[in-house]
């Protein structure tokens, strides 16, 4: 099979040294002209009703697993630390909105960033692939992070010290490092589905590689979305960024189903193992999907890693048996929770 995509862009060549002379220039200019003074206080959001942004990324419980619904989550550290992934995913609180984003490694506290989009968009979801409708709803959550990154990381940074019987420190001691995140950005793939029970359809939106399935048990068949083919994933997604400028591609669908069928949103390196599975056989990787829960989710996706099955990476699914018992009401909740993590170089 011609394992290459028609749409992926050609490898671009390395830069010369001129042109990574002039990235660092402007890097080191971006980092320059952060303002921290100019940074809204906590209140802002307190006064616009936005306050759940700012708690997300310390949210501490998640959705639980129900007979409907199940949700998994695998960071790529293999000390059993899940809390240190940089997925996030939510469930509203009728159980008819699902989200899931990959924060992007290479970019800047991308866990505070995923989590304040799934928040957003499970209480006040946008069906647009217009840019312009989405900068008017990236504004919050993009002020939430910068927020989060200038009021609330150093309280991270120093639970961290503390487990490591180190001195705090203080906000002032770590303003260049908080000045060159900010200039960075965090950026993150995003999926959200909508369910309408009535119509029986799945609505979604996503930019990016993580991936919704919907597997029709009767035809023994399945569709999935945005990707199609495992040869178009890659490690350049379309991604959403908390910097200010416009948002990568979005994409579109609806999807009928009926009672049984079983719908998968999950981040990208599962999203291509279970893609490749399906085409292969997808009896048995229904078989074992139905078997994956929150206890076995681990071993099963390390076993993937030493097999070279899965990419070694955090890994998020989630799924639902449609049609089945109804989703039980929970809160909307974030998964996994940010724990002091290992600060940045800058700040160690």
């Not at 910068?146 to 150093?154: G, P, R, S, Y």
Request: with cysteine.
């Amino acid at each position: 099979m011609n394992n290459t995509s028609p749409d992926r862009p050609k490898p671009s060549p390395p830069p010369t040294r001129a042109e990574m002379f002039e990235r660092e220039r402007k890097r080191i200019e971006n980092i320059q002209a952060v303002d921290l003074s100019a940074i809204r206080s906590p209140a802002y959001l307190q006064n616009r009703g936005l306050t759940s942004l700012l708690r997300s990324p310390l949210i501490e419980s998640f959705p639980e697993s129900t007979p409907s619904v199940t949700v998994c989550a695998v960071s790529k550290e293999r000390d059993g630390d899940d809390s240190s992934s940089e997925d996030a995913c939510a469930i509203s609180q009728d159980g008819t909105r699902l989200v899931i984003s990959d924060g992007v490694s290479q970019s800047s506290l991308p866990r505070p960033w995923a989590a304040m989009l799934v928040q957003k968009w499970v209480e006040n979801p946008i069906f647009s692939s217009d840019p312009s409708q989405w900068q008017d709803w990236l504004d919050d959550p993009r002020e939430a992070w910068k927020i989060w990154v200038a009021e609330e990381w150093i309280k991270h940074i120093n639970e961290y010290r503390a487990k490591k019987g180190e001195p705090p420190r203080d906000k002032r001691s770590i303003e260049p490092a908080i000045k060159e995140v900010i200039a960075e950005g965090a950026s993150a793939t995003f999926l959200g589905v909508e369910l309408d029970r009535q119509q029986q359809t799945v609505r979604a939106l996503a930019i990016g590689d993580s991936c919704m399935f919907l597997l029709h048990s009767q035809s023994r068949r399945y569709d999935s979305f945005p990707l199609r083919d495992p040869s178009e994933f890659g490690n350049l997604p379309h991604q959403i960024g908390s910097s200010g400028g416009r948002a990568g591609r979005f994409e579109e669908t609806l999807l009928t189903y009926s009672s049984g069928d079983i719908l998968v949103l999950a981040t990208d390196a599962i999203s291509k193992w279970l893609m490749e599975s399906l085409n292969s056989d997808f009896n048995s990787t229904l078989g074992v999907l139905e078997g994956l829960n929150s206890h076995n989710f681990r071993r099963f996706v390390e076993q993937a890693w030493d097999k070279g099955h899965i990419e070694h990476d955090d890994v998020t699914l989630m799924m639902v048996i449609l049609g089945g018992a109804n989703l039980r009401h929970v809160p909307p909740a974030v998964m996994p929770p940010l724990s002091a993590r290992r600060p940045p170089r800058l700040v160690q």
